[in-house]
């Protein structure tokens, strides 16, 4: 009943800035906690950023002062503003949401950072 749509990811140079979308449909209410977690290859999936139904953030020190995450309650969609993009940010960028004691994922978008 639930799924989460990403949008918003692309090849970008060093420097630049994307903003990553999660749009969420079904039963996601506004209280529930959703979070952004990246895999880059060969590497295992990880946590990038959270906010909680309450909207307080938090965020993994190798991104902090440079992404912020928020939410629109009435669109139903998480955001992930990434500044400062460096290459080690290139990876698959997921969202989840956390409903009932369960975790609901994206598909996943790809952000590349390259020059």
């Known amino acids: 009943q639930v799924q989460l749509v990403e949008s918003g990811g692309g090849l970008v140079e060093p420097g630049g800035s994307l903003r990553l979308s999660c749009a969420a449909s079904g039963i996601i209410f506004s209280n529930i906690a959703m979070g952004w977690y990246r895999q880059a290859p060969g590497n295992l999936r990880e946590l990038v950023a959270r906010i909680s139904g309450g909207g307080s953030t938090s965020y993994s020190d190798s991104v902090k002062e440079r992404f912020t995450i928020s939410r629109d309650n009435a669109k139903k969609t998480v955001y992930l503003q990434m500044n400062s993009l460096k290459p080690e940010d290139t990876a698959v960028y997921y969202c989840?949401?956390?409903?009932?004691?369960?975790?609901?994922w994206g598909q996943g978008t790809q952000v590349t950072v390259s020059s």
């Open positions: 989840k949401a956390t409903r009932a004691a369960r975790d609901y």
